[in-house]
């Protein structure tokens, strides 16, 4: 049933594992969330890089960088 609203079940099965779950389970499931996690860190950072930079086209290197940072290490 899960097959006919996603493309690819196993990579959803994989971000909604969380790894305790996976090494508590290890057999049960074959992936974690983590590597998917780091993946949305990483397009989540650049989008915010982007509006921050076209908000603030004159603004610092480190200024957006610190102001980057309040908003995605939350």
Known sequence: MIE??????N???QA????SFYHENSGL?????ETLEFLGDSVLSLII???LYSM???ESEGRL????ASLVNV
Do not use: M
């Open 65 to 68: 960088s610190k102001k980057r």
């Open 4 to 9: 006919q609203y996603f493309s690819s079940p």
């Open 56 to 58: 603030n086209p004159k």
């Open 49 to 51: 890089s982007e509006a």
């Open 29 to 33: 499931v074959e992936f974690h969330n």
């Open 11 to 13: 990579i959803l099965a």
């Open 16 to 19: 909604l594992t969380h790894k």
